[in-house]
């Protein structure tokens, strides 16, 4: 089952602009994390936000946490053509990560 | 550094044949994940190796089955293949079976006909 469900489900969006994706989840978590996969390939771990933080940066990514509406959302500043990829949000315990479908983004020249 | 490796790349097996796919974890890392990941969809979780041993499962039938060696490589076997199993492989690992981040291999894209 998924625990965690992504927002919107495709966006396009031209070069140099901010794309902004969001994630709902279901049940209490002690941290969210947010992944890229490139044309259905390995993963990539962006960021981790602990349950007890709000607000985290890495250099072009801000990802903010909302653990009384159960939703967090991932910014990307500046995008770039090389962002062009799919973006999952993932939670749960030490020995299973629960995701979402994924947000599919395209950068557009 | 060597990442996380896995082979085969691609796979391409008949409706009641076996697989079996490896992966080689990323250098110091001791604690290996298998996930499932169908087209259009995130991963599902399937276990979960530490110590030469299965320490979680998620909800997938007998069929998948794996193991782990001293090394820290793992196996990901699937008996009486069927259809609905055509999907990427990803193999995950992490130092330790406490530690949150995961470093993904590229996959195993496996296609029955």
């Known amino acids: 089952s998924q625990q965690g469900e992504e927002d919107p489900q495709a966006l396009s969006i031209q070069e140099g602009e901010n794309a902004t994706m969001n994630c709902s989840y279901k049940?209490?978590?002690?941290?969210l994390q947010w992944y890229r996969q490139n044309s259905g390939r390995g993963l990539v771990h962006l960021i981790l936000?602990?349950?007890n933080e709000r607000e985290k940066h890495s250099g072009r990514l801000r990802v903010t946490l909302d653990t009384s509406k159960k939703s967090s959302s991932l910014l990307i500043t500046a995008s770039r053509a090389a962002d062009t990829a799919s973006y999952f949000c993932?939670?749960?315990?030490?020995?299973?990560?629960?995701w979402g479908a994924g947000t599919k983004l395209i950068i557009k020249p | 550094d060597a990442g996380v490796t896995q082979s085969p790349t691609h796979l391409i097996k008949t409706r009641g044949q076996q697989v079996t796919l490896r992966c080689s974890p990323k250098?110091?890392?001791?604690?290996v994940s298998w996930y499932q990941q169908a087209l259009g969809q995130g991963p599902q979780f399937i276990f979960q190796?530490?110590?030469?041993?299965?320490?979680q499962r998620g909800n997938f039938p007998d069929r998948f089955s794996g193991h782990q060696f001293p090394n820290y490589s793992s196996e990901l076997n699937v008996n009486a293949l069927l259809l609905g199993d055509s999907a990427l492989y990803l193999c995950?690992?992490?130092?330790?079976?406490?530690?949150?981040?995961?470093?993904f291999g590229p996959g195993t894209r496996l296609t029955v006909t």
């Open positions: 993932a939670t749960g315990s030490n020995y299973q990560l629960i």
């Open positions: 936000i602990r349950s």
């Open positions: 995950a690992s992490r130092s330790g079976p406490y530690s949150y981040e995961q470093y």
């Open positions: 049940t209490s978590i002690n941290n």
């Open positions: 250098s110091g890392h001791d604690t």
């Open positions: 190796y530490y110590e030469e041993e299965e320490r």
